[in-house]
């Protein structure tokens, strides 16, 4: 199966991602800050640019304060195509 930054999937945790950052008042610079990485990282996640892997998840989770499973379970729920 050919991976796609276009998929519905993938759009679905982009839009988690942002969604959970920013209500954790957060903006990309500070959650970078939290990962020990470049503004850019996280630009490039959420807008699409960068596929994540399922260790970046857990780390997001834990920099932003959510659990990883909760966007694992939206995503088994959102159509593959």
Sequence with gaps: MA???ASPRHH???AFLA?????AG???VDLADRLKRGQ????????GQK???VVELM??????GFDARDVIKRLIK???K
């Design 3 to 5: 991976r796609t930054f």
């Design 12 to 14: 679905a945790l982009r």
């Design 19 to 23: 969604e959970k950052r920013k209500a």
């Design 26 to 28: 957060l903006r990309q």
């Design 40 to 47: 850019d990282y996280v630009s490039d996640v959420e807008t």
């Design 51 to 53: 596929l994540m892997n």
């Design 59 to 64: 780390e997001w989770a834990e920099a932003i």
């Design 78 to 80: 959102t159509a593959k």
